[in-house]
């Protein structure tokens, strides 16, 4: 049997130890809510597995009138759960497209490593009142910061794995900030970080920590590598870790991520009733939020961008959540097949458009140039 929350036969692994793994896009955009075993893996260390019955979580740091030290049923019990819809996206999601400028350090990602799920779990601003936070004592509160962190597991490049978000956002009901212990309403596996963990709406994956073992409230950011020293965006003058090195604490900790599309599929529709020039292609893909505002739209173009067609939004995830799409389209067929390409380009409500490229950088971040996929 397979233990519950390891990889299937859907994924693929690109590194072993740790486990790193991605679905295929194809098959994710075939289901508005990532089922478990399409959910990708992304692990800075070994997975490890914890009673859920002896797990606890202790809160602490800076206007808190009472640290915290709670188990996982007290969680549940305490505190009303909350559901949220959001999206888990892996900052190199797309990386290996990056390589096509020049290489690039980390992981080469495909465009599966990203997953729309519900989860469910206590919301941090309850957890914070209930600590008895007074933000009458704090003189700057946009100064303040909660960091979160994990020694329940090795980790390649520090002592633990952490990460932190504003104070403000934390304490913000609406920002929807999860202290999760369930995945599409069954109980957070291993694998994905059970039996808790952080879900943080809007933020990149890095802030998400998996086997949340403490919170703490302080007035600096994660002191922690992966805060520091990664997933951050350098100039694309910085070309190795040499020159990358002196660089890290000049350059924001990312956040968010771009507006962005993928192409999952494009498939023919009928056999036989086309002209031997033409075909007519069926194309799905996701499109994701940027930091702005929500996705409105998605077009596509077979002639490199000359004319868009619009898609047809046929899942539409919320605030958080990301949006499917299909489209059909009729496509010349050329003598050599791999020289039809199609691109995607999502559009906000603000009117804003998914760049023809993204920008290079060391680690390979934030990828968000227009979808594209060679038809065979």
Request: contains cysteine.
């Amino acid at each position: 049997m397979q233990m519950p929350g390891f990889p299937s036969s859907t994924t693929s692994e690109r590194a072993q130890n740790p486990l790193n793994a991605e679905p295929p896009a194809s098959a994710l955009v075939e289901f508005p809510i990532t089922p478990e075993n399409l959910v990708y893996n992304r692990n800075h260390g070994p997975v490890r597995i914890f009673d859920p019955d002896s797990y606890t979580l202790s809160l602490s740091g800076i206007g808190l009138s009472k640290s915290l030290d709670l188990s996982v049923h007290t969680l549940k019990t305490r505190f009303v759960k909350h559901s949220v819809e959001a999206v888990l996206q892996c900052a190199g999601n797309r990386r290996r497209e990056m390589t096509a400028i020049k290489p690039v350090n980390g992981i080469l990602w495909l465009d599966g490593t990203i997953a729309n799920c519900k989860w469910g779990g206590a919301k941090l601003s309850d957890m914070l009142h209930d600590a008895g936070i007074d933000r009458t004592t704090f003189t700057n509160p946009d100064d303040l910061h909660v960091c979160f962190t994990s020694y329940a597991t090795l980790c390649q490049d520090d002592k633990y794995y952490g990460s932190s978000i504003p104070l403000l956002t934390a304490l913000d009901p609406n920002a929807e900030i999860l202290l999760a212990y369930e995945m599409n309403d069954d109980p957070l596996t291993s694998h994905h970080g059970g039996p808790l963990r952080l879900v943080a709406p809007g933020f990149l994956g890095a802030r998400w920590v998996k086997w949340l073992d403490n919170v703490i409230l302080s007035t600096s950011e994660s002191p922690n590598y992966y805060q520091q020293r990664d997933y951050k965006v350098l100039p694309p003058s910085v070309e190795n870790k040499a020159q990358a090195a002196p660089l890290w604490k000049d350059y924001p900790a990312m956040t968010t991520m771009p507006l962005n599309s993928v192409i999952g599929s494009a498939l023919p529709l009928t056999f036989g009733h086309e002209s031997e020039s033409t075909k007519r292609i069926l194309v799905k893909g996701y499109a994701t939020n940027g930091h702005t505002s929500p996705v409105v739209g998605v077009d596509i173009s077979v002639d490199e961008g000359e004319t868009w067609t619009e898609t047809n939004l046929t899942y539409i995830g919320g605030e958080w959540g990301w949006r499917l799409w299909e489209c059909e389209i009729e496509v010349e067929i050329p003598r050599d097949p791999k020289k039809v390409q199609i691109f995607s380009r999502a559009r906000d409500e603000h009117g804003n458009l998914q760049p023809q490229k993204g920008t290079w950088n060391l680690r390979g971040v934030q990828w968000c140039g227009w979808g594209n996929y060679v038809l065979n």
